[in-house]
């Protein structure tokens, strides 16, 4: 499975971005995706997942700002993010797996894409 994301960029805070995540090549085999994030000098850290079922957990960080949702004909995955914050700042990548770990809501797995850039500006 290969995974692109986009739709990064700079947004002033209380603005919105949208970010896709194009997914490619053995597409069957993913039942579960999610958003991650990365800020310089921290640890990658779980943003969002969807289930197979359409089923989503949010880190407490992000809900009720931002959405994450799926277009199965597109197979493109979306992270909706509204009343942008200069923490969101960080460097935003995509996950397919197997399923979700519904001990921690990561996904299972080890597709990753290679990531967005996501600045936030006071």
């Known amino acids: 499975v290969q995974l692109v994301e986009s739709g990064g960029g700079l947004a002033q805070a209380g603005g919105s971005l949208r970010l896709s995540c194009a997914a490619s090549?053995?597409?069957?085999?993913?039942?579960?995706m999610g958003w991650y994030r990365q800020a310089p000098g921290k640890e990658r850290e779980l943003v969002a997942t969807i289930n197979s079922d359409g089923n989503t957990f949010y880190a407490a960080s992000v809900k009720g700002r931002f959405t994450i949702s799926r277009d199965n004909a597109k197979n493109t995955l979306y992270l909706q993010m509204n009343s942008l914050k200069p923490e969101d700042t960080a460097m935003y990548f995509c996950?397919?797996?197997?399923?979700?770990?519904?001990?921690?809501?990561?996904?299972?797995?080890?597709?990753w894409g290679q990531g967005t850039q996501v600045t936030v500006s006071s």
């Open positions: 090549g053995n597409i069957f085999s993913i039942n579960a």
């Open positions: 996950a397919s797996g197997s399923g979700i770990d519904y001990s921690d809501y990561n996904v299972v797995g080890d597709n």
